[in-house]
């Protein structure tokens, strides 16, 4: 007999396009996906992949057996569902994404008090400052902090951030203060910096709301935001961050704000889920519980500093 999570390892194969990458994903090693798979051959009696040295492609009998694979696990997950719903008591694992710092600081605490509510839950974390793609690493639910383009994902927006350019004061007495955003191409900048980043870019509109472009350089860049708002208390140059993560350095005077009378674009934060026919109760239940953790959190670090400009919720 053919087990469900042997169909939902070949799945994941197929999806990922190689054993290593779909063994990445569940915690397997690449040999324990291949012997499983082959096994799972074996009791079939075909062959599912023509794999090659280089390549590996699913067979006439893989790419039926893949359709009729995607339509148990979808009933699998169905009847979960219903369970879970009316038991009321979510049940399985949720892969969860988050920004570094966010994951460590929000994430990371919250979903410990998630689990000691709902002990039938499992939750996988993954942090990256990268915005993971939810269908390909099958990601439940992410925590985003970013300009949320239109997309078919569900969001719980927790509030609109704003931005803020600062630096420590060390810094500015040595370099001077910009006048201009066309001043901070002669400035030192923090620059998050990750595969596809735009973040060398910085948008920034004056009073009258007229918006203006500027590309930005400086000596040192990370994927890690919190990396950056070191280097910025350390005066090793201006960074551009959502307020409430420097609000505390702002109000003790670590950090004091850098062109007040230019505004940086906002980011949304949010909580997005994958839209689906039916959303298993433990996605449902774990995203209201972690936007309204978000909601807290925010509130608590923006209390650090009156009189800064605060979020939009």
């Known amino acids: 007999m053919v087990m469900l999570e042997d169909v939902t390892l070949f799945a994941r194969v197929v999806d990922k396009g190689s054993f290593s990458a779909a063994g990445r994903d569940l915690r397997l090693s690449a040999a324990v ?38 339509d148990l696990i979808e009933a699998a997950s169905r009847a979960e569902a219903s369970v879970s719903e009316e038991s009321g008591i979510p049940k399985g694992a949720i892969k969860v994404t988050a920004p570094l710092g966010l994951g460590r600081r929000l994430l990371g605490p919250a ?34 902090l970013s300009e949320m383009p239109n997309s078919s994902f569900i969001m719980r927006k927790v509030a609109d951030i704003e931005r803020v350019l600062c630096a420590a004061p ?25 595969p596809g980043s735009r973040q060398f870019r910085w948008q920034l509109a004056d009073l009258d709301g007229k918006a203006e472009l500027v590309t930005v350089t400086g000596p040192f860049d990370a994927d890690d935001g919190d990396l950056l708002t070191q280097w910025a208390l350390d005066g090793q140059g201006i960074v551009l961050k959502p307020i409430f993560e420097v609000a505390r350095h702002l109000a003790n005077g670590s950090l004091v704000r850098v062109l007040p009378d230019f505004r940086p674009s906002s980011v949304t934060l949010a909580v997005i889920h994958q839209t689906r026919q039916l959303v298993p109760p433990k996605i449902r239940i774990f995203t209201n519980f972690l936007t309204d953790e978000a909601r807290r959190y925010v509130e608590a670090e923006m209390k650090q500093a009156d009189g800064i400009s605060p979020v939009r919720p």
């Open 111 to 144: 979903v410990v008090r998630f689990r000691e509510a709902y002990p039938g839950v499992d939750i996988r974390v993954r942090l990256s400052e990268h915005l993971l793609d939810l269908v390909d690493e099958g990601i439940d639910v992410a925590l985003r």
């Open 170 to 194: 060390a810094y500015t007495h040595k370099a001077g203060s910009p006048k201009t955003p066309a001043d901070l191409m002669h400035h030192r900048c923090l620059l998050l910096r990750f």
């Open 33 to 70: 996906v291949s012997h499983r798979i082959m096994a799972l051959e074996k009791r079939l009696g075909a062959r599912l992949f023509s794999r090659t040295t280089r390549s590996m492609h699913l067979t006439t009998s893989g790419q039926l057996f893949h359709e009729r694979a995607l």
